[in-house]
């Protein structure tokens, strides 16, 4: 199947210039969803981790149904404000702008082995920030996946030293 038929262009969203890759026509056709978290549960097989770690909004809808395939923990990893309970944060760059992202402080435990998910890798910057939130929990991120990879953003000069598995790719 090509998953790409299913991602809707949007130029010029959230500012002038971006091209925002919609993953709303794939992750309603419950053919393509499926499809496209097969493949990635295929891939993460390879790996042993426990947690899943992921951002909102976007990357809940890819995280979520994954964890449930694998067998896994869920940590969601929100903006400032929306988590009931003690957090930690990092601030970082998007591809249009800055962000802050923050976990429960007791979310990880010391030396849990865990894969970062979200919707597109754009520049790098809220994986690595969510990279950074796992190893001040005393995590270890062993891989990350994604449902698209923008590589003309060349985010893979910023995450040189993770697996990434991203079945969409532009």
């Keep these: 199947m090509e998953l790409k038929n299913f991602i809707r262009d949007i130029p010029d969203f959230p500012q002038k210039g971006v091209m925002f890759r919609d993953i709303t026509p794939l992750v309603k056709n419950p053919e393509a969803f499926k499809y496209a978290i097969d493949t990635i549960a295929e891939e993460l097989g390879k790996y042993d981790f426990d947690l899943i770690v992921c951002p909102e909004a976007r990357g809940f809808i890819i995280a979520a ?11 969601p990893v929100r903006k400032p404000g929306k988590l009931p309970y003690k957090t930690i944060s990092d601030v970082y760059e998007l591809e249009y702008g800055k962000a802050e992202l923050h976990m429960h402080e007791d979310a990880i435990q010391p030396n849990q ?5 979200d919707d597109v890798l ?13 190893e001040k929990a005393g995590g270890i991120v062993v891989a990350s996946a994604f449902l698209i990879e923008l590589t003309y953003l060349n985010p893979r000069n910023i995450i040189k030293d993770l697996p990434i598995i991203a079945p969409i790719k532009y």
């Design 113 to 117: 082995k865990v894969v970062i998910i």
């Design 122 to 134: 754009a520049t790098g910057g809220t994986a690595m920030a969510l990279k950074r939130l796992v």
């Design 65 to 75: 149904p994954l964890a449930y395939k694998l067998d896994k923990g869920l940590v």
